[in-house]
């Protein structure tokens, strides 16, 4: 299978002043298009950091990045921003909706510097909440909504601009188990659908949802069996 991502000896050091840390140590990985990658490895171990790195939020400190063969290791910030937002869906341990706003308020957000109309806009985030089995929620605000349901309107959100990519840290870290599962399903379904699916957490449970388990540990990644 063609490759979507690549890393290539990347390493990523936090400068503290006086003391240097090593996050990320020579990181040599590749996914594939339409990989279903779970990213498995203790809290402290690097993988929120390597995870931004893969979905271009962060530049590492040495090595290069290749998003679709193109190296975005040394893009500016304005330069990963429009990367982002044309290639990668983001999912969050926080659900980060906008506690303002209703379920479509915050799945229309993505678009509205895109030149949509609203009534576009509008009409594809109720398919896609629609489509998380979210179609009798579509008014409420993220505090009238369960966790799972929060999560499933951030997953929605970010179908918005039909990323390639979808990235979830820790996607089931604020939720019970049973819900986890229906998050899993539904990121499963994606992935059979054709996206490309990198999820990271520390929950070993979640091996079974995936077809390849990619471990991290103290910044390494160990050899793939
Ligand atoms: N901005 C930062 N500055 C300094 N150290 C950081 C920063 N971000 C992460 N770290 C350190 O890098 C290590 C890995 O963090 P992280 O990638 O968040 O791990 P994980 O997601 O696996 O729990 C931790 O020791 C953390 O303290
Ligand atoms: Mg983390």
Known sequence: MEKIIEL???CKSYDLGKVKIDVLKNINLS???RDFALILG???????TLLNMVSCLDVPTKGNIFLEGEDVSKFSEDELAMVRGK????????FNLLTHLTALENV????????????????RAKELLSSVGLEKRIKHRPMELSGGERQRVAIARSLTNNPEIIVADEP?????SKTGKIIMDILTDLNKKGRTVIV???????RKFSSRV????????????
């Open 31 to 33: 996914i594939s298009k």
């Open 87 to 94: 290639k990668i869906g983001f999912v969050f341990q926080q």
């Open 200 to 206: 990271v957490t520390h929950d070993t449970d979640l």
């Open 172 to 176: 089931t870290g604020n939720v019970d």
């Open 8 to 10: 290539k000896d990347v």
């Open 108 to 123: 229309i957000l993505p678009t509205v510097f895109q030149g949509v109309s609203r009534e576009e806009s509008e009409k």
């Open 42 to 48: 203790p809290s402290g171990s690097g993988k929120s």
């Open 214 to 225: 990619i471990k991290i540990k103290d910044g390494e990644i160990e050899p793939e069996k």
